[in-house]
Every structure is written in C-alpha cells, then in structure tokens.
C-alpha cells in the first residue's frame, strides 16, 4: 500500500465515501437490507476498498485501529443521513475495534444520531483480524446487543474459525462466505453445505444470507439450496453514498 494513502487517511484528510449493498429475500426478490461498504478515493477519484488496507500485515494495530474507526465514523454518518426505511442496514465492524474504548466513546453518539430504530443497525464482524478470545468477543456482542443493535458473522464457510464463533455468539445473522457460493452449480457438496445450513439457521430463527453471488447459474443454485436472502453482483453492485458531515452538539445547540 503506498505510504502517501495511509498517512492521507489516517489525517483525515483522505476521502471516505460509504457504498451500499443491496440483499434480496430470494423468494419474492424483495430488498430485505443493504450493506455499507467502506470506499476510500484516490487522487483520480476512484474508489477502492478498504479491506485490503487493513488486511496488510504491515499495518500498526494502532493504526488499523484509527483506520476503523474513521471508516465506522463515515459510514454512521452515511446512516445519518438516511430516510426511515423498513430495510436492514449492516455495518462492517473490526472485532479488535470492540477492545477500544474509542469505539464505546463513539457508539452512543452515532446511535442517537440515527433517524431510525436502532435495531435496523446489524453489525458484522469481519474476520481479518479477528479476535482470538472468543470469551471476549461473546461479552462484546452481548454488550452491542444491549445497545439496542444486531450481530451478525460473515464469512461463514471460510474457516473453522466462523463455525466456533457462529455457536458461540448466536448472531441474529450468518453470512455464506463466497468460497460456499462460487460455481456452487457445479458443486454438489456446496449445495448440500447451503442446504444444511440453512435449515439450520431457520430451525434456530437466524438470519442466513449467501454473498457473493455473481452468476445467475449461482444464483438459482443458491435458490436451490433453499437460502433465504442474497447479496451479489447479480442482484446488485454497491454504489456510493455521499453524505453530509454530522453536526458537532455545540453547531446543533447553535442552530
């Protein structure tokens, strides 16, 4: 990652722009949420992912840290700005983020800030670099949880990892990791995998959705399988929000 990126972002002086996007309920091909997508832009103005920045393994945690939180500050600010729809909106969380008390200094402001239920927020937790006290992470989610919000694991198929943090976190939502998607028309032990799985999550009343679906080969598999919801370039790519700065409570009391 060139250097002039990270330490552009890390000022704040690196834009950050929000994309979205959508999940469909299979059945009726209904938009049942949208996911927020951090995007950083580039000189030229393209954006470009975030997940590779904090996955390199050069990163300082203290920086992947900050990186996190500028990433979740833009994206709550996105939040801000949205109507009162009935959908689900997922947000990406860093599972080392929930060690920092930045991020609970943070949480009730966004949270208030929010011109709709807090419990249409469903935090994910990404796994790049994950935390490996699943005690501590199972005492966060709860504390999330009490905040109002929902928790959901992604990529779910992806490692033994997901599985032990499925069973021990009971998120309200699993993730199909892409890996149980991809050419799962030609894969038969894939199918029976999404099968079982979702029987399973509806037999325990988990949210279950397959990301990652890019193909209408893939897609009518995954239909196949019986799963749920879905989440892909077939049925949607992200497209950028472009939200207004939240207000600071000095500048809100003032207008």
């Not at 949208?34 to 390199?56: M, T």
């Not at 994910?124 to 005492?139: K, V, W």
């Not at 472009?242 to 600071?248: C, I, V």
Request: proline share 8%; with cysteine; net charge negative.
């Amino acid at each position: 990652m060139p250097k002039g990126i990270l330490e552009s972002l890390l000022s704040g002086e690196g834009a950050i722009v929000p994309h979205v996007q959508p999940m469909y309920r299979l059945s009726d091909n209904r938009m049942m949420a949208q996911e927020y997508l951090a995007r950083h832009l580039d000189q030229a103005g393209v954006a470009h992912p975030v997940g590779p920045i904090l996955q390199d393994p050069s990163l300082a945690p203290k920086d992947r840290l900050a990186l996190d939180l500028r990433f979740l500050e833009a994206t709550f600010s996105a939040l801000a700005q949205r109507g009162t729809g009935t959908h689900l909106h997922f947000v990406n969380l860093e599972p080392v983020s929930l060690e920092a008390p930045g991020f609970w200094g943070c949480l009730p402001r966004w949270l208030e800030a929010l011109p709709f239920p807090v419990e249409c927020v469903v935090m994910e937790f990404t796994e790049s670099q994950g935390m490996s006290d699943l005690e501590a992470l199972q005492t966060y989610a709860k504390r999330l949880r009490d905040s109002g919000l929902r928790v959901a694991v992604d990529d779910l198929g992806a490692g033994v990892a997901s599985l032990t943090q499925m069973a021990r976190l009971a998120p309200d939502y699993i993730k199909a990791d892409r890996s149980l998607v991809e050419q799962v028309h030609r894969r038969p032990y894939q199918a029976a995998l999404l099968n079982a799985l979702s029987h399973f999550a509806r037999h325990m009343c988990i949210g279950f959705i397959a990301e990652g679906i890019e193909t209408l080969e893939e897609l009518e598999a995954v239909m196949d399988a019986d799963v749920p919801w879905g989440q892909g370039y077939i049925l949607g790519q992200p497209w950028p929000t472009r939200p207004k700065p939240l207000a600071l409570p000095s500048e809100a009391s003032e207008s």
